[in-house]
DNA sequence: CTGAAAGCGCTTACAG
DNA sequence: CTGAAAGCGCTTACAG
């Protein structure tokens, strides 16, 4: 039998006690590049087998300053795109050694929330949902805390953001559509306050105006399932109904299209054709097929890991605010061009 | 103008100085139900919106503790079943107070991953992937560290577990489609060595034995998209067809129908009938309309907070095996028996 | 390379 | 109710 089990958590001065050396020895063996010689290592390491040490990573946060926390603000899972995003970014950030701890937000709580992340000394911030407050957005700054906006960017604020190119993918839907041949062309509006919905908006009335056209009717949807199924409702209950329709994401474009098929008994493409925006894997599914612009091609996991973690380890904050390129994924949702 | 703000983070000692009292004050201060008058509570308060002192959450989990930080184990969020329950039970743990660290599993080093999480010194431990080997169970159940198997259980494990009836569930499939009519009844598997699997799996042929039939065939979809895509053609490739498929998971199922409708021009249900399993939002979803058994009604979530909360915060480990009622939700992707 | 000692920011008996 | 002091489990200069 090997020695009785403790019942209480062992830690680096039971094992130095064990291994009969200083628990200075301990520390440094678990210390990736402290110097320890190559036997007192190998002794250290049988006597923490032995007692089944684990380094206290709150304990080394502590004194070391660095908690390897990064903190990840969402606000709700059901939309694909957030949890793939969640997903992505943990798997990096746990392959640099951090660990992500996730705060989901309620409406307007913001404030509330990022002041709690600040107590369990994160060392850096994805906010995955609304933005963050001028005054908490200064406090990140003063305590050196990156913090960086995920799909969605403040102007004004000094935290970073990534965001793909949503003028410029809203333009392209707008030719893409009017090119298609459509000519009464309805837009499904997110979340108005929102900077997403607005540069698509943009974008998209843009590239309509290029054509000499202008939106035939739009409607919120405020970014949920219930929201657009209702935004389509409204769109499609007036008589000379859109021939086409802009959803400001493939979340709202699913339950856009379940309206147009199943209430009204349109068929895409043949009657309305839809267009989304996120390209999340189910807007591939036979089911839907959706036309859509990709914001998952362009990096903007990579960017956003890639951003948090120079800023924390040079201790180096500044605003970077990454665009990334918007691309159209056709598919079968909507009419095609003459000739594409 | 205000004091000049600190570039180094405000502690309770400094909180002290300015409010011209002790250090323990402070932490009383901010410790519920500790004593402190109410003059000083409000002098130290004022002190610290000043300074814009916030505890330090990784120093009181230290000294008391307690670091009110859960962990959570997923291995893919790609099936909306594991995303919907870790925001929910994300939701119902940060009420209570706890955080959730998120650890995202690669096949194979589950115990690479705990040995990680139990560094942070979490006070419990939600496993919605795979199951944890039973050294590390036995290692937590030492250190008295609750872990709850989500969806999946190992009868001879320590931890705890949730699941819902999946026998029952399986058994209740098998008994829709033969009432339906269906003579040639599939089964697509999940991964073979899941205990969800298994249980739906053996409910679903105890069920189909009582009407004195037994699977047309099985093939094996792994729990992934693609997996059941390639599983569905092979069991639809010959010439004799299943009349009805009953898939181990909705996320399968949705690949499922795709491959039925997209590739062999099929019809459901008019030509085959396909059920899946767990309720997931997009089971509703017009495109698919699938019948299928709900897991999310019978307040899986709900147990195991209870579970994880009650054995915290009592500090008594001891193992529970909650199993929940199954609950078919008849939709559209199967024909109805006669009379319902 | 090794050990004794200080200190990270708190909570919590212990006196008063 | 209040304060001085010990201590949670580590890391990291500082000597040797």
Known sequence: MTDETPTTPVTSADVARHANVSQSAVSRTFTPGASVSPKMREKILKAAAELGYRPNALARAMISGRSR??????????????????????????????????????????????????QYQVEGIVMATATLSSELARECARTGIPVVMFNRYVATSPASSVTSDNIEGGRLVADFLVRGGHERIGFVAGAEDSSTNRDREAGFYKGLAEHGQTVFERVIGGYTFEGAGDAARRLFSRPDRPDAVFVANDHMAFSVMDVIRAEFGLRVPEDVSVVGYDDVPQASWKGYDLTTVSQFGAGM????????????????????????????????????????
């Open 69 to 118: 926390l990064i903190a990840m603000l969402v606000a709700y899972l059901d939309n694909q795109f957030y949890p793939l995003m969640l997903e992505q970014l943990s798997r990096k950030l746990q392959a640099s050694g951090y660990q992500v701890l996730l705060f989901m937000t309620e409406p307007g709580d913001q404030d509330e929330v990022v002041s709690r992340i600040l």
């Open 301 to 340: 996991i990579d960017t956003t890991a890639t951003i948090l973690l120079e800023q924390i380890e040079t201790a180096a904050v500044r605003k970077r605010a990454a665009v990334l390129p918007a691309k159209l994924i056709v598919r079968g949702s909507a009419r095609l061009p003459q000739g594409q």
